[in-house]
């Protein structure tokens, strides 16, 4: 499965949009690109995925480039809930998942 | 969404015992579950894979006689930790692939093992 490189931290202003951006310039056309995020000392929780159509669930959009090399996960109105380490994956629909060492997003009141 | 849950969620037990940790999904089969295992301030590292019926196949580096995975039912895999030493302690996770669909897993709350 292609490797994700994630920025290891972030701050951002509550109630503002929270964008968090993920290169996985070396993406096979079959993988997809997974968003997850893990709240301390729990699971990791699904948030969002995608192959090259930009897609909005009620949680978050993802933006995927049209060369597939980079995406980025929107929080459109963080809240303090939000802080989480928060990975992006890349694999197949059938494939495991390789946990990176993801993004810290911080949401400061 | 799907539910999958891990008991328990804190176990201490002493060094040289073994300890099981159970993964469920209410809601729904999964055919595979995986296991994971996360140390103080590191991502989440992929143990095994379990498929129900058959044998879970191991990453690299990762005992198979320490670490027992039995996935007997479609809503059920265990984890054992053998023989738990110190350096076993960890927050174990796992997560299950629902049956006919090949979109993401849903994980567990995960369990936290400390072994004295």
């Known amino acids: 499965d292609a490797k994700t490189t994630q920025p290891p931290s972030m701050d951002c202003a509550e109630g503002r949009a929270a964008n968090l951006p993920c290169n996985h310039s070396?993406?096979?056309?079959?993988?997809?690109v997974y968003w997850y995020r893990q709240i301390h000392s729990q699971g990791p929780q699904y948030i969002i995925h995608?192959?090259?159509n930009n897609e909005t669930n009620e949680m978050a959009s993802l933006i995927i480039t049209e060369d597939r090399k980079s995406s980025t996960l929107i929080l459109p109105h963080a809240t303090l809930r939000d802080t989480a380490v928060y990975y992006c994956?890349?694999?197949?629909?059938?494939?495991?998942?390789?946990f990176g060492d993801g993004t810290t997003l911080t949401v400061k009141p | 969404g799907a539910v999958v849950s891990q008991h328990p969620s804190r176990v201490i037990c002493k060094s040289g015992t073994s300890v099981k940790i159970e993964c469920r999904s209410l809601?729904?089969?999964?055919?595979?579950m995986f296991w994971y295992r996360q140390f103080p301030k590191q991502s989440l590292m992929l143990m095994a894979t379990?498929?129900?019926?058959?044998?879970?196949?191991?990453e690299q580096g990762v005992e198979k006689d320490k670490f027992l995975i039995n996935h007997a039912s479609l809503t059920l895999s265990t984890l054992t930790v053998t023989s738990a030493h110190p350096e076993d302690s960890s927050f174990y996770i796992c997560?299950?692939?629902?049956?006919?669909?090949?979109?993401?897993?849903?994980f567990g709350q995960g369990t936290r093992l400390t072994v004295v």
């Open positions: 070396t993406i096979s056309g079959n993988e997809y």
């Open positions: 994956i890349v694999k197949t629909n059938a494939g495991k998942s390789t």
């Open positions: 997560s299950a692939r629902i049956a006919g669909w090949d979109t993401e897993a849903f």
């Open positions: 379990s498929n129900e019926g058959s044998k879970a196949t191991y």
């Open positions: 995608g192959l090259k």
């Open positions: 809601d729904f089969q999964a055919t595979t």
